[in-house]
């Protein structure tokens, strides 16, 4: 045999020594020669381990890591072979059965909603023939009052023309005539003869108006209150959007012709003359307060009602006091029961349809509705008497 193939090739030397690297110096994690773990070798005083056991310790966590590797793998081909089909399988079941769902309830509303679309046009046909038919009526009432009252002044004129003194004085016709004629009444207007738009309320109808409303615009109004109408009650938040009551009277406001000066008032900056318009507050912190619209020329002075709002034909608001909820206008006051006191209040403008709702946003749930004649731009209104209140943006 032959030199070259008498034993193993030696492995690397230490660089600085020139020995085999036999040890593993743990504290720099590399192999090191027996004269660098000695006096005066850089590792001295390191934790050292034969190069050996390190390598058997490799091995064996080499071994341990292709284990888990192995179970691993086998789980993951298990989960792809058994799992991923009976979740594809659940999320198709799942899927028809939401989509049946879906189904069955616009079907149900569909069904719902032609139902009341039914029922409301019949209405809206029969109040149409109860208007015509009371015109009919009227007119061939008047028709044969008028011919009664031509036939009359006939009788009369040609009494007037061919009786004498005498005749004229002894005809007691004249009276039965003048008689028959005072008996027929001047004509006078009726609600019998106007159509009733009240045939198409629907609670309903307003509450899914409502919810398709809330959710088709785009957002709500960036309503602001306008500082110089602000009660000296009231203190108003620097983003113009929170009132806080305070019972004592600020010295600070300057009075002005657009100034509240008793009531704990305040008007919104911008008005609304057209169109679709919705605005929310944050009422949770009051137990007193009222929201709503009003009309520019609402009286700012004084302690009478004319400046208090839900007292006069200015003004439409929504109040709370305490546990009480009433819906007021002109001095006249609507209690309304609430099964909760709402966090926060939706106001619901629609001025093509004259119509002015509340809801509760967290619902969409239609709190009171109200149909008016508004005869200018209304401007959101508030009141608050106790904490604060603070319009949503």
């Not at 957002?219 to 602000?230: A, H, L, N, S």
């Not at 008032?265 to 911008?270: D, F, G, M, R, V």
């Not at 208090?308 to 200015?314: C, D, E, I, S």
């Not at 967290?362 to 509705?369: E, K, M, N």
Request: with cysteine.
């Amino acid at each position: 045999m032959s030199a070259e193939s008498s034993g193993p090739e030696p492995g690397p030397l230490c660089p600085e020594h020139g020995q085999a690297l036999s040890w593993f110096c743990c504290s720099e994690r590399r192999p090191v020669c027996a004269a660098c773990t000695g006096l005066g070798g850089r590792c001295r005083g390191h934790r050292v381990r034969r190069a050996e056991e390190r390598a058997e310790e490799l091995r064996n966590k080499i071994v341990d890591q292709c284990e888990r590797l192995q179970f691993q793998s086998a789980s993951i081909t298990k989960y792809v072979a058994e799992v991923l089909p009976g979740k594809n399988q659940g999320a198709v079941s799942t899927a028809s059965a939401a989509r049946e769902l879906v189904i069955q309830r616009l079907g149900l509303v569909r069904s719902l909603c032609e139902s009341e679309e039914q029922r409301l046009l019949e209405r809206v046909h029969g109040e149409e023939e109860r208007a015509h038919q009371s015109i009919l009526t009227q007119r061939v009432h008047w028709t044969e009052a008028l011919q009664k009252l031509d036939a009359i002044r006939t009788s009369l004129v040609d009494m007037l023309t061919h009786l004498d003194d005498l005749q004229l004085i002894k005809e007691q016709e004249i009276f039965e005539r003048t008689e028959e004629a005072e008996g027929i009444l001047d004509p006078q207007d009726s609600d019998k003869l106007n159509f009733n738009e009240k045939c198409i309320r629907s609670s309903l109808l307003t509450q899914l108006w409502v919810t398709a409303v809330l959710g088709s615009l785009s957002g709500t109004e960036d309503v602001r209150i306008d500082e110089r109408t602000v009660s000296p009650f009231l203190q108003l938040s620097d983003d113009r959007r929170t009132l806080t009551f305070n019972a004592k009277k600020s010295k600070a406001c300057a009075d002005g012709p657009e100034r509240f000066d008793h009531w704990p008032n305040a008007l919104a900056a911008t008005s609304f003359q057209a169109g679709l318009h919705t605005w929310m507050v944050n009422v949770q912190n009051s137990c007193a307060y009222k929201v709503g619209v009003a009309l520019g020329q609402l009286p700012r002075k004084g302690s009478g009602n004319d400046s208090r709002l839900g007292h006069n034909a200015f003004s439409w608001v929504f109040s709370r006091y305490d546990q009480e909820f009433r819906f007021s206008h002109a001095g006249q006051h609507e209690s309304l029961a609430l099964l909760r006191c709402p966090a926060q209040l939706g106001v619901l403008l629609d001025l093509q349809a004259q119509e002015l709702l509340f809801y509760e946003p967290a619902s969409g749930t239609v709190l009171h509705t109200h149909h008016a004649s508004f005869s200018g731009p209304l401007f959101p209104v508030f009141a608050v008497a106790d904490q604060t209140i603070s319009i949503i943006r």
